[in-house]
């Protein structure tokens, strides 16, 4: 299967997990591609200023792969400056957030798999 990047949907969450201004998820693979096994597969871009708040994973993991601009994470309560090529891992029952706290655009790719 070829998913051609006309195929694929983006959606727009205002003030996620009660973060600050817009989260745009691109997703790379719909749920029921990931055929159990997860629930998202997804590039994630924030603009400046912009957040995805504070939530815990509960059942499942999350992976983030930065692949343009700069942040800042709050693991576990620890915060800390990510930039382009960094990862961050959530297990289960750990928290994060993450605000882009650079001048461009945050990108990074989300995948959330189940436990």
């Known amino acids: 299967m070829i998913k051609r990047s006309s195929e694929l949907t983006t959606e727009v969450f205002s003030n996620r997990f009660g973060g600050k201004g817009d989260l745009q998820v691109t997703k790379i693979l719909e749920t029921d591609q990931l055929q159990g096994k997860g629930r998202l597969f997804a590039r994630n871009t924030l603009q400046p200023g912009c957040s995805l708040g504070w939530h815990q994973h509960n059942g499942d993991i999350e992976a983030y792969y930065i692949i343009a601009g700069e942040g800042t994470v709050d693991d576990n309560g620890t915060k800390v400056k ?3 090529g960094d ?7 750990e928290s994060h957030s993450i605000e882009n706290t650079g ?3 945050l990108e ?8």
């Open 103 to 105: 001048t461009g655009s």
């Open 87 to 93: 990862v961050i891992f959530t297990n289960n029952g």
């Open 108 to 115: 990074f790719i989300a995948l959330i798999l189940y436990v």
């Open 82 to 84: 990510v930039s382009t």
